[in-house]
């Protein structure tokens, strides 16, 4: 037998074992991998892969950290407009930039609503 066609075989049993079958690719022959209970396996290569996070995906687990990235952004984002705020004189464009805090400040309530769910 072939080596695609034991992959191919492979990927039948595990399917058939209740696996299933994932966004990522082997690292090392491209081919699909799967899930089996807690362990991800690859059919070609037939042995147990570790997925490293690519950053392409957002799983669950780093919701909260992505949602901190955010925040850490818009408190940034906060300060720099702030700072204009404080230099500028002339009224329109304290207006525009009041406009922006508020923006900003809508943001970041919404990402520490996001956070407390
Ligand atoms: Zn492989």
Known sequence: MSGDEESIKRMA???KSG??????HCPQCGSPLFKLQDEVRCPKCDKRVVIVKTGEEIPDVSK???LSDVEDTVLFKLQE???RVR??????????LGNLL???LDVLEKVREIQRV
């Open 81 to 83: 407009v702030s700072d």
């Open 13 to 15: 049993d595990f399917l």
């Open 19 to 24: 696996a299933t079958m994932l966004f990522e």
């Open 102 to 104: 508020s923006t900003w």
């Open 64 to 66: 909260s950290d992505l």
């Open 87 to 96: 230099e500028e004189k002339d009224v329109s464009k304290l207006v525009a």
